[in-house]
């Protein structure tokens, strides 16, 4: 067959491939059944990967988040992976080349450090004190000082090739030319609403302030909580307050944040952050109860990952207004100052419910343990569900979650 397409495409006009499928179908047409059995066998095998995916936990991280988080744990092996996969779909990002180099060294990889570092300063670098305040990044250049500056012009202008490569980073840094400011500001906070079936605006509803993760937003955890089937509450979602700019642009969606890591704030203003950022939540459930046929009760506030850690938050700040919080996968930082608030919690007899899991790589089980032992010495009541699984909800726990939320 190969010949005689090569015998008609020599003195013929149509190309070569599409003669080889011509006389393919000449050969042979499958009857009409045969048709439907193929097809059918072909849409198999497309459900195969699909139902695969759907049946585990959905990963919403992004490789720079995978490699921010295995850095944490100290697996600098998988962070490289994850930030070397993240550097060659975004170059421009110097913030994670420096990343990069820092878990190179760790793992004494001597010429691509200075590559890395190399590549932050092109991309054009203005967090210096990335590299500044990284003791293994300077220690790791310092003893490989004439390496550094034999393989780059990056450690030129000083015999020290640690200096010169500060002096060459604060030159470029727009910060330098261009100091930064921060000031608190007002603005208008956005919110998602998810009224429950058969909806009577004549009638009272509880609320759920339901408070999305890192780099997630509102609707997402929705199409999630529609599947409690509520009738008796209107739960609210709010944006969180500050874009991930860098997120957001790599995947064409809206990334958010509570804590505005692409803004770059101070250690010193992380508090600062934290607290506005909870009056930001807190400012919109008030806004809804105004403008939505809700009670004056106290409501529940229910956040995943991020979320969780603003749930306990704002349960630890405001038990007045929230009667109960519950913490799916929860985060924690120090800046929250949640356990020097649970007396608050503890003299209005709130209680809370978490849930996590075993193998979750993101934020570690150990979290969890940790808070629950927090709320037992404080004797405040809560539940702790432990599950099977890693950094998202299992199914089989929705009825226990709602269960909880109609109990309150």
């Not at 720079?64 to 994850?82: D, N, P, R, S, V």
């Not at 890395?116 to 210096?128: D, H, I, P, R, T």
């Not at 550094?148 to 604060?170: E, H, P």
């Not at 003299?347 to 089980?365: A, E, W, Y």
């Amino acid at each position: 067959m190969a010949k005689l397409a090569d015998a008609l495409y020599s003195g013929c006009s149509i190309r070569k491939d599409v003669q080889v499928q011509v006389l393919f179908r000449a050969r042979y047409v499958p009857t009409r059944t045969e048709s439907v059995i193929l097809s059918g066998i072909y849409f198999f095998f497309l459900l195969i990967p699909f139902c695969s995916s759907y049946s585990q936990s959905p990963d919403l991280r992004s490789a720079f988040q995978k490699g921010k988080e295995a850095m944490i744990l100290g697996e600098y092996a998988k962070a490289i992976q994850h930030f070397e996969t993240w550097t060659l779909a975004m170059p421009r990002d110097a913030q994670a080349f420096v990343h990069l180099a820092s878990c190179q060294a760790r793992m004494g990889k001597d010429s691509a450090v200075i590559f890395a570092l190399e590549q932050s300063l092109q991309a054009g670098l203005n967090e210096v004190f990335l590299i500044e305040q990284d003791t293994i990044l300077r220690q790791f250049i310092q003893s490989k000082s004439q390496l550094a500056m034999n393989l780059s012009s990056a450690f030129w202008g000083s015999d020290n090739a640690w200096t010169a490569l500060i002096q060459n980073a604060q030159e470029q840094s727009d910060q330098r030319l261009f100091p930064i400011g921060f000031a608190e500001q007002k603005r208008l906070a956005r919110y998602r609403i998810l009224f429950p079936k058969n909806y009577d605006s004549t009638k009272t509803y509880r609320a759920i302030l339901l408070l999305h993760g890192n780099g997630l937003e509102p609707v997402f955890m929705l199409k999630w909580a529609e599947r409690f089937e509520l009738k008796n509450h209107i739960i609210i979602a709010p944006e969180a307050p500050y874009v991930k700019f860098k997120e957001s642009i790599q995947s064409g969606a809206m990334k958010l944040s509570g804590r505005g890591e692409d803004h770059f704030f101070p250690d010193s203003l992380q508090e600062d952050v934290i607290n506005q950022t909870a009056e930001w939540y807190v400012s919109t459930l008030n806004h809804a109860k105004k403008t939505l046929p809700i009670s004056n009760d106290p409501q529940i506030v229910m956040g995943f990952s991020q979320g969780g850690f603003f749930a306990s938050v704002l349960m630890s700040r405001y038990p007045e207004s929230f009667s109960s919080a519950i913490t799916l996968c929860g985060s924690m930082f120090p800046e929250g100052r949640i356990e020097e608030n649970l007396s608050k919690v503890k003299s209005l007899n709130r209680d809370l419910l978490i849930v996590h899991g075993r193998q979750d790589g993101t934020v570690p089980f150990s979290v969890a343990e940790s808070f629950s032992k927090q709320l037992l010495n404080a004797q405040i009541n809560h539940r702790f569900i432990p599950f099977d699984g890693g950094h998202w909800p299992a199914d089989d726990l929705l009825d226990d979650i709602k269960d909880w939320i109609e109990s309150h």
